[in-house]
């Protein structure tokens, strides 16, 4: 009989650490390297849904998680190019978060993760 090592933790967080760690895990277990900054700003993403790509990138400077909007620009393009957020309508001026990620946004959030961690087998 295999012996398991459960690790129990249980925290309770404000919606934007939940956030950020719903879309951690996801680039984590896709192999997705983001930097704080792209984390921040696809945590913005996440809570406002479907936004024009313009007045969001002027969010992003006035909450300085960019320091212009053409580098909140070009942070969405490289997030787009990893499949993070999707751009839709006319000339692709409405962004979104992937459906991929599944991030849950509104009222009490429970994230209950199992994750089973096994040594490899060789042959």
């Not at 983001?34 to 992003?60: P, Q, R, W, Y």
């Not at 909450?63 to 990893?82: D, H, L, M, V, Y």
Request: glycine share 4%.
């Amino acid at each position: 009989m295999a012996i398991v090592n459960k690790v129990n933790l249980k925290l309770k967080v404000d919606i934007n650490v939940s956030i950020k760690y719903q879309i951690l895990t996801y680039c984590f277990f896709n192999d997705t390297l983001i930097s704080n900054s792209d984390l921040k700003f696809l945590m913005e993403l996440a809570k406002k849904g479907k936004v024009e790509l313009t007045i969001f990138c002027k969010s992003l400077v006035d909450k300085g998680i960019f320091k212009s909007p053409q580098s909140a620009r070009n942070a969405i393009t490289k997030a787009e190019k990893k499949q993070l957020l999707t751009k839709n309508g006319i000339n692709k001026k409405t962004i979104l978060i992937s459906k991929g990620i599944n991030v849950q946004t509104n009222g009490l959030v429970l994230l209950d993760y199992k994750v089973l961690g096994s040594e490899s087998k060789e042959s």
